[in-house]
């Protein structure tokens, strides 16, 4: 079973910064082996992928956050982030962090919402402008 628990949203202003943290906790977990990446849903609208990070450390990255927000990740400390910067109102949503099981060998792409079989409970981004 893995954990993961989201933190770092808030309100910011257009054009700020902001960073999100997931924490994985579980018996025995790591986060090597995974998919893992970044799931938003504003009110009354879909979730959307945002971004993932491949178990060899490629990312991908929605079109609209492209060359504003990064996903780095610390193995050692078992920890996800978000890196969103030059924010827009459009970004305003809950955001989750997602992971996959060790064994999903198929594409981690954002767009693949059904491999990510762990989501945290998610925390609030919103963008005023």
């Known amino acids: 079973q893995v954990q993961l628990v989201e933190s770092g949203g808030g309100s910011v202003q257009a054009g700020g910064s902001l960073r999100l943290s997931c924490a994985a906790s579980?018996?025995?977990?790591?986060?090597?082996?995974?998919?893992m990446g970044w799931f938003r849903q504003a009110l009354g609208k879909e979730r959307e992928g945002v971004a993932t990070i491949a178990k060899d450390g490629t990312t991908q990255y929605l079109d609209s956050v492209k060359g504003r927000f990064t996903i780095p990740k610390d193995n050692v400390k078992k920890s996800l982030y978000l890196q969103m910067n030059s924010l827009e109102p459009e970004d305003t949503a809950m955001y989750y962090c997602?992971?996959?099981?060790?064994?999903?060998?198929?594409?981690?792409?954002?767009?693949?919402?059904?491999?990510?079989?762990?989501w945290g409970q998610g925390t609030q981004v919103t963008v005023s402008s």
């Open positions: 579980g018996n025995g977990v790591t986060i090597t082996r995974r998919c």
């Open positions: 997602v992971a996959t099981r060790t064994d999903y060998s198929g594409n981690c792409e954002p767009r693949t919402a059904g491999a990510y079989n762990y």
